[in-house]
């Protein structure tokens, strides 16, 4: 099991910077780090700040950015179970 990933990074909308803070399970930095794939993990747009690997870096850059709201990256796990679970609604006729 590897350990999570928290990334902190910034999005520009309109003049409003909004900081973010995203935690990763079972993905490696590289993964995270890489733009060029054709699904990033974070926004194509997006400047990273910082990256920390550990469980008590989640804690440490909510209160270094005061950050409330924690998105949580989907695992490989999670992935699969929405695809079968979209696939199974589909035969079901919902």
């Known amino acids: 099991m590897k350990p ?3 990334v902190v990074y910034k999005t520009v ?3 409003k910077e909004t900081i ?3 935690v ?3 993905v490696l930095v590289d993964d ?3 733009l060029n794939k ?3 993990l974070v926004p194509k747009d997006a400047e990273i700040l910082e ?3 550990g469980t008590n870096f989640e804690d440490k850059y909510r209160g270094k ?3 409330t709201e924690v998105k949580r990256g989907e695992n490989d796990n999670d992935k699969i179970l929405k695809e079968l679970q979209k696939v199974v609604n589909e035969q079901r006729g919902r």
Do not use: N, T
Request: aromatic letters at 12%; proline letters at 8%.
């Open 4 to 6: 999570p990933i928290s």
């Open 65 to 67: 950015y005061k950050i």
């Open 20 to 22: 973010h803070l995203e």
């Open 13 to 15: 909308y309109r003049k």
């Open 51 to 53: 990256i920390g690997v």
């Open 24 to 26: 990763f399970h079972d």
């Open 32 to 34: 995270i780090i890489d």
């Open 38 to 40: 054709r699904k990033p």
